[in-house]
Each structure stands twice: as structure tokens, then as C-alpha cells.
């Protein structure tokens, strides 16, 4: 099974996205453990994505976009997030530093520590001007 959704890295991104993956984990009955993971996941990735990712569109480029696609085998669930913006690799950033208060906590790095947390794979690639960021949980079969 796949399914997809296109957009654009606008206001209403982010929102449609997660009602699109809330849609999909209610179709399949994920674990509340699984959707919980993967929808935290998915909203901090694209918000990263819609803030950071795209200039502002010059002249006869590429408009800016977003792709989102969900696959399924057995216990393995993936949704992969594709955008056509600037190339950047969260997963090769180290995640911030732990710490033991709010007033040594820097800005920064703590939703790829999130991701790893809740994920069981963060995978990164860049391919034909595009980034793919794979979110991968394993559920129970």
C-alpha cells in the first residue's frame, strides 16, 4: 500500500500533512505509540523544512515543493518527505546536549533528537535536486 500527498511549503503545509498521516494511521489502527512518534516526527521535519528550506522562488525556477509518501511492509511503516529546497542532512548534525536546566539549553538540534528517540531509522539522501528524509517505525505485525 502507498499513498502520497503533494503541497506547498505554506501556512497550511504542515496541518495537512499530519491530517493526511492522522488519516492514514486511523485506516490501518496503528499502536498509539506509532502514530504518536511518527506525527511528532513528521511536524518537526517539515517544520524545518517550510521554515528554513526554500529562498525566495527566483525567476523561472522550480516553484517550491513539498512530497510526502507513505509505505507499508508488514511491521515496517516509512514515510518519506521530499522537498526541492536548499540540500541539508539533519541526520548529520549531532543532536544538542542534554541538560539538567532551560537556562543552559541552546536553540537548536533537539527535534533530531526527538526523531531519533522516537524513530526507529532516520535515513537522508539528496537525489536529482531534491532531499528525502525517510521517517521508519517498526510496529507489531
Known amino acids: 500500500m502507498s499513498d502520497t500527498l503533494e503541497l506547498s511549503p505554506d501556512d497550511d503545509a504542515i496541518p495537512?500533512?499530519?491530517?493526511?498521516?492522522?488519516?492514514?494511521?486511523?485506516r490501518e489502527g496503528w499502536p498509539p505509540k506509532t502514530a504518536f512518534g511518527l506525527t511528532l516526527s513528521l511536524d518537526e521535519a517539515l517544520a524545518n523544512v517550510v521554515s528554513y528550506a526554500f529562498d525566495?522562488?527566483?525567476?523561472?525556477?522550480?516553484?517550491?515543493?513539498?512530497?510526502?509518501?507513505?509505505r507499508r511492509d508488514g511491521s515496517r511503516v516509512e514515510v518519506e518527505l521530499r522537498d526541492n529546497g536548499r540540500a541539508y542532512d539533519p541526520t548529520g548534525n549531532p543532536a544538542a546536549p542534554l541538560v539538567t536546566n532551560m537556562d543552559d539549553a541552546e536553540i537548536g538540534g533537539h527535534g533530531v533528537r526527538l526523531m531519533r528517540h522516537y524513530l526507529h531509522d532516520l535515513a537522508y539522501k539528496r537525489?536529482?535536486?531534491?532531499?528525502?528524509?525517510?521517517l521508519v517505525m517498526e510496529t507489531a505485525p
Do not use: D, V
Not at 56 to 70: K, R, T, V
Not at 127 to 134: D, K, R, S, Y
Open 16 to 26: 495537512r500533512a499530519l491530517q493526511w498521516l492522522e488519516g492514514i494511521a486511523e
Open 56 to 70: 525566495p522562488p527566483p525567476g523561472g525556477g522550480a516553484p517550491p515543493a513539498i512530497a510526502l509518501e507513505y
Open 127 to 134: 537525489e536529482a535536486g531534491w532531499n528525502c528524509l525517510t
